[in-house]
């Protein structure tokens, strides 16, 4: 059952029907929504650093146009492999805060703690908080969004609870972990390789293995991947421990890139996630969409955070373009998908 | 056993009245609104005091309000995570309206107008564009958050004129109730009316148990869905202008998280979500409940958070506590289809 060969009926079918043509590479690559979303960063970025050339060309701003993303960056991986499989996860926010002020304390308490050992920390806890989270939705069988929507508040005011107006500062934890929020490798920030490299992972094992294509075989029709044997339970569960680890381990990189931590952390963080994995092209009604498209969505909601002042925006704005590009994104896909079931339907009937 | 074998009418399998009334979530939320009352009165000192019913009062008649159209909306099986930005976007339109120079009544209108333009424009990309109401609430969320904060920044408007912010905090009479509520009762008649005798509401539960089924009956599924968002929308501006006016400030980031307590109680109040079950006494207890418990927490010293937490934990207990039970039935059921099996019925 693992393996991957076509039946030789389709194999057969296809070069004689027009209609089951497939696009070049070449094509496919320019029409995707990964690549409109990277010439949009692109272009941002452009058009920013023509107003005032520091946002990229210093070394401080090309660092930060890295940096910056990598937190939002991991958390929507985890937000896009659960609206993938047709839930969605609010409480990440909550998760990166409670993570973020763990960490902290840790390191307060035990500063000879070694650094690969607190992001292993950061990540089992995160990992425990999404199994809270998946198996509520995963037993209880009620909509993600409600489940998700509680915890946001219940972790947000344990964090609350436990922090008070307490807050871990810069001068609490190790240089060599505060570090990581500045160093670079070959000009490349350190936390932005942790993320890419969490990203290749993800995006390896989504297309390539069989475990990866269950979660788009969920997604897109939970009742039929039942039948067919697939194990929905095992997978949710999966999809929101995963979900949780990668809150878990934006948490540590919080902490690593901003050095104060207080019981605020991360709040609102949910929706930037969500928005960054919809805008990238993961439809929320589940079973399409990739976390390379989360991720550019991830850079895209950062950059043009940053980009709004240096623009001559004031960034209270910021909420409303997320929201107004959010919206334009579920349209859109709403549009393409209409389309390409017209055409669909003009090929069966010709 | 009776001696007459007398065929069995659908009466003998129909559960008594007082039974049915006493065992339904909305009566089990009531009860435990109840317990919780005099709970809370023989714990906490100061609760049981007219001051104190007067502030729980016109602390709940924010989200007391904007329950009313929820939980029509969630019966159809939609939802509205953009209520609690529509609050503060109409507090902030209110405000720069009476900035402005503009007399109080023009800038209620205007705030109604935009809640209702901002309801339409939810409802129209939900039935029109035939997208989900989770995302594009959750976008509109943002968006009305969003155009709230960038109009006024950081910034507030104050100095409303004094009769008007008092008569949001007035009692009526020597009574300890707030005149606010006679505004609730009004619509709260309305809705009751909609909902539950009116051809529209059973049309709302219609299609919150089968969008098809509700279409091939004649309900006019998408005008239904619009109509109830539009009225969303517009309940949230008011009780927007209602907020802005008790606490004498517009500000960009009123009632940020509401949407949470909204949902919150009408899912407690025995509202379905997956829709099509619901009723209205139900959430208004759900309401209390959760206002009357954080209104005890607080004059007990309690802290916001922990009432953010039991808020959480009262969402996900209820919206789990159905399933639960539903696996116990099953459970039951099939513990008596064994032992039926095992050994035939024998006349006792």
């Known amino acids: 059952m693992t393996s991957t060969a076509e039946k030789p009926s389709v194999v057969g079918r296809k070069p004689a029907d027009p209609a089951f043509k497939k696009k070049s590479p070449l094509t496919r690559i320019f029409a995707s929504r990964e690549t409109s979303i990277a010439i949009a960063v692109i272009l941002i970025i452009a058009v920013t650093t023509l107003r005032n050339p520091t946002f990229l060309t210093s070394a401080d701003g090309f660092r930060d146009l890295l940096v910056t993303p990598s937190i939002l960056l991991v958390v929507a991986l985890g937000q896009a492999v659960v609206i993938i499989t047709r839930s969605v996860d609010l409480s990440v926010g909550s998760v990166l805060g409670l993570t973020a002020y763990l960490v902290g304390t840790l390191f307060v308490a035990f500063p000879s703690i070694p650094i690969p050992l607190m992001f292993l920390i950061g990540l089992a806890f995160g990992g425990l908080l999404g199994l809270i989270n998946g198996a509520l939705v995963a037993f209880g069988r009620v909509p993600a969004m409600v489940i998700t929507l509680g915890t946001l508040y219940a972790f947000r005011g344990i964090n609350v609870a436990w922090t008070g107006s307490n807050r871990i500062n810069a001068s609490d934890m190790p240089s060599g972990f505060l570090k990581l929020g500045t160093q670079q490798i070959l000009g490349i920030p350190v936390l932005t390789i942790i993320a890419l490299i969490a990203l290749v992972v993800v995006a390896w094992y989504l297309h390539n293995t069989r475990g990866g294509r269950e979660f788009y075989a969920i997604g897109s029709d939970p009742e039929a991947a039942e039948l067919y044997g697939l194990q929905k339970t095992k997978r949710v569960l999966m999809a929101f421990v995963f979900s949780g680890a990668m809150a878990g381990l934006g948490g540590v990189l919080y902490a690593a890139r901003y050095g104060t931590i207080n019981s605020q952390a991360g709040d609102g963080f949910e929706l930037q996630a969500v928005g960054a994995a919809v805008i990238g092209g993961v439809a929320i009604t589940g079973g399409t969409g990739t976390v390379i498209g989360a991720a550019l969505g991830a850079f895209l909601l950062v950059t043009i955070n940053r980009a709004l002042p240096v623009l001559g925006i004031p960034d209270f704005w910021q909420k409303a373009v997320v929201g107004a590009l959010i919206l334009g994104a579920i349209v859109l896909d709403r549009v393409m998908a209409k389309r390409n079931h017209q055409k669909l339907l003009e090929k069966r009937d010709r | 056993m009776s001696e007459t074998t007398a065929p069995r009418t659908y009466k003998d399998f129909a559960q008594p009245i007082v039974r049915r009334l006493l065992l339904t979530r909305e009566s089990a939320i009531i009860a435990l609104l109840i317990v919780v009352l ?217 009632a940020t998280g509401l949407e949470l307590q909204v949902i919150a109680a009408v899912v407690l109040g025995g509202v379905s979500v997956f829709g099509g079950r619901g009723a209205l006494h139900g959430v208004i207890a759900g309401v209390f409940l959760i206002g009357a418990l954080s209104s005890a927490l607080r004059l007990a010293n309690v802290t916001s958070d922990v009432i953010n937490i039991i808020t959480g934990v009262l969402l996900v207990a209820s919206v789990i506590a159905s399933s639960v039970l539903d696996w116990f039935k099953r459970q039951r059921a099939r513990r008596a289809l064994r032992s039926a099996t095992q050994q035939p019925v024998t006349a006792g």
Request: glycine share 12%; aromatic share 10%; proline share 4%.
């Open chain 2, 38 to 254: 005099i709970g809370a009165s023989l714990i906490v000192p100061s609760f049981a005091s007219a001051a104190t019913a007067t502030y729980l009062m016109l602390d709940v008649a924010t989200i007391l309000l904007i329950s009313l159209v929820m939980a029509p909306i969630m019966i159809t099986g939609d939802i509205d995570l953009s209520v609690g930005s529509m609050v503060g976007l109409s507090s902030v339109v209110f405000g720069v309206a009476f900035q402005a120079g503009l007399p109080v009544p023009v800038g209620i209108v205007f705030a109604l107008v935009v809640g209702a333009v901002g309801g339409l424009f939810n409802g129209w990309l939900i039935t029109h564009i035939d997208l989900p109401a989770l995302a594009v609430t959750i976008g509109t969320m943002a968006l009305f958050r969003g155009i709230a904060v960038g109009l006024l920044g950081t910034t507030a408007v104050t100095g409303f004129p004094q009769e008007w912010t008092k008569l949001a905090r007035a009692k009526i009479g020597d009574s300890p109730i707030p005149v606010i509520m006679i505004l609730f009762v009004v619509l709260l008649i309305g809705a009751v009316w909609m909902l539950h005798f009116s051809k529209f509401g059973r049309g709302i539960f219609a299609i919150g148990l089968s969008k098809e089924a509700a279409a091939f009956s004649g309900v006019d599924v998408a005008r239904t869905r619009l109509i109830l968002f539009v009225l969303s929308g517009t309940i949230a501006a008011l009780a927007g202008v209602y907020f802005t006016l008790r606490y004498g400030s517009a500000r960009g980031d009123n």
